[in-house]
């Protein structure tokens, strides 16, 4: 059970000698990016664009998921956290 943004952080940090975290939070900028191709493919190579597997993302997509330090940024309410030229 989550009681707070703390205990999400916690997750998404590696601990008691793993190497990855628990939880990994993918980008939706890169899951976005995954439909539109999926959307613009052929028919037969829709199946080879479907959501691989937590270690196959990994492996291929390091940049589909957030650093720990990326979603600590995370501003409450969704997004990214927005710098002074934005208004944040």
Known sequence: R???ASDIYAECEARDGLTLPPV???KS???????RD????????TPALSLPSR???EARHPDAFYTPEEV???RRGG???RGPQEGG
């Open 2 to 4: 989550c009681l707070d």
């Open 24 to 26: 990994r939070l993918l």
């Open 29 to 35: 900028s890169w899951l976005l990016a995954r439909a």
């Open 38 to 45: 999926i959307k613009s493919a052929s028919p037969g190579r």
């Open 55 to 57: 270690r196959d993302l």
């Open 72 to 74: 600590r940024a995370l």
């Open 79 to 81: 997004g990214p956290p």
